[in-house]
């Protein structure tokens, strides 16, 4: 007689359990989707009910169930943490209760909504920062969020979509993510979602279809999502000893790349998240951001407005993994060199705008990176350089 077949949701309830005992930290599990409406709240229910049911403490700690009949119902027959009300402006507004999370100590939790900006006041600006806290406290915790608040996608889901993401992630949340799971649906089946009103209301149907729920834009944020999913897969297989590199086999996790900024804010954050795009895809060792500072960016030179963007960049880049350099040197490409050299740099990546081609731009008169292309070509040409254009 053969055994029964096993619940699928069954064995992954079992798998997360196992690694809730194994690991003194909390760890982590995320489900990540392509937009709105996939199903992530749902699916993160589903496995609360299902350790729920192998005996795990597990609490609600933040459900946002957007009006859902079929959501609302996987509420019942798990403990739910009412929200705590704060006070912003007059309003009262709810938030996630994190003292009363630390204070119940559950062995699992369940967190909606990962990008989102808690109430100014808060101990904590963003909710991941809440959830790294919960896990440094021992406290596993199960997640969900969409490919596009994904710090590092930011100006790849703009051009796509249009939209300007204000709520993002760093990349490092997936990376440190015990597990991560892709919750797909064909883009016909969310946009029929959506029209049958089990997304949105009714009254923002239209605009949604007309704008962020457009065909294109879905299919090409679900092909990010699922990269996304298969590049994570891709590295945990080889960190854990089996598998062939999923990257060129010149690259063998020994890059070093080095990202040149200035105080162009615009141009920097694409540089910035550009170079951990790579820097991940390429498995580096490490990488840095390198701001040369001139005379003429000196700070009694440069307003208070630019000084603050060129800081919130390097917080960034901070974020999302990389070494700050900071040198002031009025030759930038001297200083350049030199730091590449100091830092065994194998790759750097530059900027360009994009009034002409890149080879246009590089071909006429002057230019920073113009006259670096030309160094590194004569006296470096083993050192590879990575355009951006913006």
């Known amino acids: 007689m053969t055994a029964p077949e096993q619940d699928p949701r069954d064995l992954s309830a079992e798998r997360f359990l196992r690694l809730v005992q194994e690991k003194r930290r ?31 403490h597990v609490l609600l700690g933040y459900v946002e169930t957007h009006g859902r009949a079929g959501t609302e119902a996987e509420l019942r027959g798990v403990p739910l943490l009412p929200r705590k009300q704060v006070y912003y402006k007059g309003r009262a507004l709810a938030e996630m209760d994190l003292d009363a999370i630390e204070k119940q100590r559950p062995q ?17 600006e963003k909710r991941w920062q809440d959830v790294e806290e919960l896990m440094q406290k021992g406290i596993s915790v199960i997640t969900a969020v969409n490919v596009q608040h994904l710090e590092s996608l930011h100006d790849q889901v703009l051009k796509i979509t249009g939209t300007d993401v204000t709520e993002r992630i760093p990349d490092r949340l997936l990376k440190m993510a015990d597990e991560v799971v ?17 997304i949105y209301d009714a009254a923002k149907v239209p605009t949604a279809l007309a ?43 020994d890059d ?41 960016e000196s700070a009694n030179r440069i307003g208070l407005a630019t000084q603050r963007h060129l800081l919130n960049n390097l917080q960034l880049a901070t974020e999302l993994g ?39 731009r590089l071909a006429g008169r002057g230019g920073i990176t113009r006259g670096l292309v030309r160094a590194i070509a004569t006296a470096t040409p083993e050192l590879d350089i990575f355009l951006v254009t913006y």
């Open 182 to 198: 892709n919750v797909d649906l064909t883009v016909g089946e969310l946009r029929a979602r959506l029209e049958e009103g089990k």
């Open 108 to 124: 699992v939790v369940i967190v909606d909504e990962l990008a989102h900006t808690n109430v100014p006041g808060s101990r904590h």
């Open 256 to 296: 070093r790349i080095l990202a040149c900024i200035n105080s162009n804010e615009k141009a920097a954050k694409e540089i910035i998240r550009k170079t951990s795009r790579l820097a991940d895809r390429f498995g580096a060792a490490a990488w840095y951001v390198l701001y040369v500072q001139t005379g003429r």
């Open 26 to 56: 909390g760890t982590l599990k995320i489900y990540l989707g392509l937009a709105a409406g996939v199903g992530k709240t749902f699916r993160m229910l589903q496995e609360a009910h299902d350790l729920h049911q192998h005996g795990v």
């Open 211 to 253: 704008n962020f729920f457009q065909a294109e834009n879905l299919l090409q944020l679900r092909r990010l999502a699922v990269r996304e999913v298969a590049q994570l897969l891709g590295h945990q297989v080889e960190n854990s000893g089996g598998g062939a590199p999923a990257v060129d086999a010149r690259r063998r996790n």
């Open 322 to 360: 990389a070494q700050i350099l900071r040198v002031k040197d009025d030759d930038v490409v001297g200083a350049i060199r030199r730091v590449a050299a100091e830092k065994n740099a194998t790759l750097l990546v530059c900027g360009v705008t994009g009034e002409k081609t890149a080879w246009e």
